[in-house]
Structure formats: structure tokens, C-alpha cells
């Protein structure tokens, strides 16, 4: 018998609320307007920045990522604050029997640097090793990804390594090395 994750709907921290995202039109509308606005943030990080062009695009994705969630390879949810969409977090490549996701994020623009991301990510990590009973959380970067890779240091993800050139970045039209962090399960400080 095939184990399965309960994810839950909705997520809460101190300022923010975490909403698992659905393939809902009026979600995807906020979701496409949030990108639209932020290209020029997302786009030397982001690389699926650009295959967001429409709503019709928006919708495609969520509903391929929810036969993701159907079958506990991928969770993502909304980040609000004060009911505003501000960007979204999620664990993918969840692998129940090595107990191990990687998690992924973004946030618009205008509301970085408030500590938002810091807060998102210790609610879903607490979330997957709570509740999941993940053991392992991976978490990659670009190293000029200064905001990515603070994150990571203010929520004691340790630096493994970095696998040097292994994309090519079209935004930066050259090859890009990604830094590779990871908190286990018990080691949360």
C-alpha cells in the first residue's frame, strides 16, 4: 500500500498565511498579475518566469502541478500577507522513502527584505518535518542570489557544496554555478 501525505490547506505564522494554491481562475489571476509586475526581480532567478505569459499559462501550470500534489511530488502555497498575494513557497521532489523534498520560493519585489521569506520558509519547514515526517530539506541557489542565500543562513540551512556551471542562465547568457544548502530534521535549532 502506496503511502500518502495530508497536506494542508492552509498554513498560519505570525504575519503570515500559507494558502495551497488550486487551479482556480481568481487565484490565477492574482498569481499572474504578481509575476507580470515582478519580471524584472524574477528574471535573472526565476527561469519559469518566462513561460508565464497568460492567465491561460497561469491556469496550465496549476493544473499540472496539482496532478503533482495528487500524486505527494510537489505542495505549493500562496504567501499572504494581510490577505495580499505576495509571492509563493514549495516543497518539490518530495521522495517519501528517503523522507526528502527540496524547497523552492519567490516573492514580488516591493516586499523583500521584511523578513516575509524567513517567516514562509520555517512554517512550511516546520509543516514537512512535523507532518510529513520529512528527515531532509534541500534548498538551491545562484551565489549572487544574495537574497536566497541570506534566507537560507537566517534559517540555519547548511551550505553542502556548490555544483559549479551546471545551467546555462539565458539571463546572464552564460553558464551558472548553484549553491546547494540543507536542514535536517534533527538538527532544527
Not at 524584472?40 to 532567478?45: D, I
Not at 511530488?73 to 522513502?97: A, H, K, M, P, T
Not at 514580488?108 to 510529513?132: C, H, P, Q, R, V
Not at 534548498?139 to 536566497?148: F, G, I, Q, R, Y
Request: glycine share 4%; hydrophobic share 35%; charged share 30%.
Amino acid at each position: 500500500m502506496e503511502k500518502k501525505l495530508k497536506f494542508n490547506e492552509i498554513l498560519k505564522g505570525k504575519r503570515l498565511i500559507l494558502k495551497s494554491t488550486k487551479p482556480d481562475v481568481n487565484f490565477a489571476i492574482k498569481y499572474f498579475k504578481v509575476v507580470d509586475s515582478n519580471r524584472q526581480h524574477l528574471r535573472p532567478w526565476m527561469s519559469w518566469e518566462k513561460d508565464v505569459r497568460s492567465l491561460e499559462d497561469a491556469l496550465r501550470y496549476f493544473f499540472e502541478k496539482e496532478k503533482k500534489t495528487n500524486n505527494c511530488e510537489v505542495v505549493e502555497y500562496g504567501i499572504y500577507c494581510q490577505d495580499n498575494y505576495i509571492g509563493s513557497i514549495s516543497i518539490f521532489d518530495i521522495d517519501l522513502e528517503n523522507k526528502s523534498g527540496e524547497v523552492g520560493y519567490w516573492l514580488s519585489a516591493n516586499e523583500a527584505g521584511k523578513g516575509y521569506m524567513t517567516e514562509a520558509l520555517t512554517i512550511i519547514e516546520k509543516e514537512a518535518f512535523d507532518n510529513w515526517q520529512l528527515n531532509r530539506i534541500q534548498l538551491t541557489c545562484d551565489p549572487e542570489n544574495k537574497a536566497s542565500v541570506k534566507v537560507a543562513k537566517k534559517c540555519n540551512y547548511v551550505l553542502e557544496g556548490m555544483k559549479r556551471q551546471d545551467f546555462f542562465c539565458p539571463y546572464f547568457k552564460q553558464f551558472r554555478d548553484t549553491l546547494i544548502f540543507s536542514k535536517l530534521r534533527n538538527k532544527i535549532s
